[in-house]
C-alpha cells in the first residue's frame, strides 16, 4: 500500500478546483451563439387546459420559439417513461398513466410544464414567458395521501380508481397474521415518512445542441448513459448514437439527477428546430421547488408481535406511499422492491409481511432521494422498537439484544429474501452506547432540569442494502509519458470519486495520485457506464477499475518480456517496475508505457498501448450497518430542540479513504437530522399550492443545527461478497440519523406521555405536546 493507496485518508484532489472557482458546472458552459429557455408552469395543481395563446409571446422581443405540448406532440417525442416493470400482488399491470413532456389537455401538478419559450436572452425569455395565457377550467385537487384512495376524492386519473397506482406486497401475510393472533404483545404504530425537497447546492441545468444530425445535451447527472437510453430510445426515437450527453462537475444529486426532465428534451427538441444552442436553467423558487422530483412521503403502519419472552415473532406493515402526479422513471421501485426488503432490519423476526399500496395525488412526483427507500423503512423499525420498548417497559438497548440476528448466524437468510454477509450488531451497539457515554447520561438530564431543560437520549440500529447495480466499466490509457487516465461512467455528485479510483489505481500501478486521471460523464468517450446511486460507485465501479489495471498490468508484462528478453510468464510487476523473477533485470512503468506506443517495440499480435478494460457486476448487495446516538436538549418554553451530541458506530466493511468516508457520514447525518427536525414541504390541502416553496419557508439544516458528529467504524467484519471488502457508504448516515433524533426527543418528553411524534419535530409541534401533557396531569390531579 503506497503513500496514496487504499487505506489512507488523504484529501480530495477534486477540491482544488472546487474552492479556487476553476469547476466546471454545466451553467459554467456557454456555446456560440446559444439562446435561452423559460418554462411556463400551471399555476393550478389539476386543471383542464382549455386553451393556450402562444401569439404575443412569439411576438415579444427577441423570442424566437414558443413550444407547447401541441408542438412536442407534432415532433414525434415519446412519452416520459416507468423505467421499471412493476406488477401488483395479484399479478396484474399497475396503472401507468402517460406522462408528456409537456402538458397539453390538463394540469396536474403546481409546476406542470405547459409551455417553453426560448428567446435571445433571459430576459427577453423571462419577460415573454409572462405574455403565454393559458385557459384553465379548474379541478378540485386530492393532496393529502392518507386520504386519497378514500371513496370519495377526486380523481387525478381515470384509469386509476381511487387514486390507486399499483397495491403490492412481499413476505408471507398468512404467518404474519398467526403470529400477531398468537402473540404475547402487539404494539402498534402509525408513523410518517415526511415528504422531502432534495434542494442540491446546484440545481438542475440543460444545454442542448444539434449539429450534422447529432443531439448533444449538457446536463448535470448522476449518469450519462441511462439518461442517453431513455433520450435516443423513448424520446427522440433514433440511433443512440445519435445523441450524445455530457455532464461536468456536479454539485449535488442525492437520486434527483438520476432521471429524465421534460427539460432535457426540450432544450434539445428547440436547438433542433432553431439550428443553435438552446440553455434552460432552474431558478429556486420558480422551478426547482416546483419540478425536481421530491423525496419520501409515507404513511404506514405496522404491527410487531411479541412472544412472553419478548422475542419479536412477527411483523406486519401496510404503506401509503406517494408518488404525486406522475410516474417519476423509479418512482414504483423505492418504496417497493428498493426499500421493503429490508423490513427486517437487524432482528431475527420470522414472520414479516409488507403491503404497499401507491397512490397519485396533485403534487410533484415523488423518486428516490438518498436513501430510497430504505431509510423510511429504517424509519419505521426502529421507531416501532423503540415504542415497544416504552409499551412494556424494557430497556430499548436490551430489547434490540434479545432480537439481534447474532455473528455467528451470517449469512444470515432473511424471511424477505436477502442474505445479510455479515455483522455484529451487539458490539456496535454497545460500543457506541460506550463513545455517547449512556452511563453518564442520568447525570447530565439532571443538570438539564437545573436548567428548567428537557434532556433525552435516544439510538437506532439501521442496515441497508446497497453496492450493486447494473454494472461498470473501467478503461485505463497510458501515454507515452507514463501518464494514465481512467475512463468510468460513474458520475461524481461530489462524493469524491476522482480520489477513490486515483488510490485504487495507484495502490495496483504504484504510480504517484498526481499522474493519473479521471474522465467520467461523456457518452462519446466511455462507451457504456451504470451511472451512480445506491452507494454502487466505489463496490461496483472500485471493481471495476482495479480489475482494469491487473489486465493493464498483464499487457505490460507480455511488452516489458520482449525489452528484457524474456518471457512474459516470467515477468512480474512489483513497486511500480516490470521485472524478471529472481533477476534485479527490471524496466520501469514508464519505460513499458513508452514502448507501448511504439509499434518497433511490441509483441507481435499486442496491439498499440499499454491499457486494459475490465467490467464488473456485483452478483449481490453489500449491507452496511451501525448504531446511531442522538442526545438532545429541549426547551420546554419554546420546543426548540438543540442536537447537543450524535454519536455513530458504522460496519463499512474495508474503508477506502477515511477522510471522504467521514465526510459521507457527517453529510448523511446532516441530511437525516435535516428530515427530522426541520424539513417540512406543506400543500395547502384544499388548492395544493406548494406552502414552502422557497427558503423562506422551508427549513434547510444550517452549521448550528448539527453537532460535530463523533464518527467511529470498525473493519473486522469486511464483506465477503465484494472483492474488495466494501460496503457502501454514501447513505448510511442520512438513514439512521432520523430515528435515532426522534427517538431521542420522544424520551426527553416522556414525562408528558409522550410514546411518538411525526417528523419534523418542530418547535411548535413540540411545544404543543408539551403543553397538552401538562393539561393532562393537570386534569389528573
Known sequence: MGQFGVGQAITRVEDQRFLTGTGAYTDDIDLEGQAYAVVVRAPLAHARIASIDVEDAKAAPGVLDV????????????????LIPLKNKDGSPIVEPPRPVLATDRVRHVGDPVAFVVAETLAQARDAAELVTVDYDELPAQIDLDAADAPDRPQIWEEAPH????????????????????????????????????????????????????????????????????????????????????????????????????????????????GRPVKWTAERSADGFLSDSHGRDHVSVAELALDGDLNFTGLK????????????????????????????????????????????????????????????ISYLIERLVDKAAIELGVDAAELRRRNFIAPEQMPYATPLGTTYDSGLFDRNMSRALELADEKGFPERRQAAEAKGRLRGLGHAYYIECCGAGPGEQATLRTDAAGRVTLYIGTQSNGQGHETAYRQIIADALALDIADIDVVQGDTDLIRKGGGTGGSRSIPEGGVAVRDAGDKLIEKGKQIAGLLLEAAAGDIEFVDGRFAIAGTDRTVSFREAARAAHDPARLPEGVAPGLDGQADYKAPVQTYPNGCHVCEVEIDPDTGAVTVVKHTVVDDFGRVLNPLMLAGQVHGGVAQGLGQALLEYTAYDSETGQLLSGSFMDYTLPRADDVPFVDF???EDAPCTTNPLGLKGAGEAGAIGAPPAAINAIVDALRPFGVDHLDMPATREKIWRLIRDGRAARKAAE
Open 317 to 376: 406493515v401496510h404503506t401509503k406511499a406517494n408518488l404525486g402526479a406522475y410516474l417519476s422513471n423509479f418512482g414504483v421501485y423505492v418504496p417497493t422492491a428498493c426499500g421493503s426488503k429490508m423490513m427486517v432490519g437487524v432482528y431475527k423476526t420470522p414472520a414479516i409481511h409488507v403491503e404497499v399500496q401507491g397512490l397519485f395525488t396533485n403534487t410533484v412526483p415523488v423518486d428516490a432521494y438518498r436513501g430510497a427507500g430504505r431509510p423510511e
Open 712 to 714: 467511529h467504524y470498525f
Open 163 to 274: 387514486n390507486t397506482c399499483f397495491t403490492w406486497d412481499l413476505g408471507d401475510e398468512t404467518a404474519a397474521d398467526e403470529a400477531l393472533r398468537e402473540a404475547a404483545h402487539v404494539v402498534r404504530l402509525k408513523l410518517v415518512n415526511n415528504r422531502l425537497v432534495v434542494n442540491s447546492m446546484e440545481g438542475r441545468v440543460a444545454l442542448g445542441d444539434f449539429r450534422d444530425g447529432k443531439f448533444t445535451l449538457y446536463t448535470p447527472t448522476q449518469g450519462v448513459h441511462g439518461l442517453r437510453r431513455q433520450l435516443a430510445r423513448m424520446i427522440f426515437h433514433v440511433p443512440e448514437d445519435q445523441v450524445r450527453v455530457v455532464t461536468r462537475d456536479v454539485g449535488g444529486g442525492f437520486g434527483m439527477k438520476i432521471f429524465l426532465y421534460p427539460e432535457q428534451p426540450l432544450v434539445m427538441l428547440a436547438a433542433q428546430r432553431l
Open 67 to 82: 413550444l407547447t405540448g401541441a408542438d412536442v406532440a407534432a415532433a414525434g417525442l415519446g412519452l416520459m417513461p416507468n
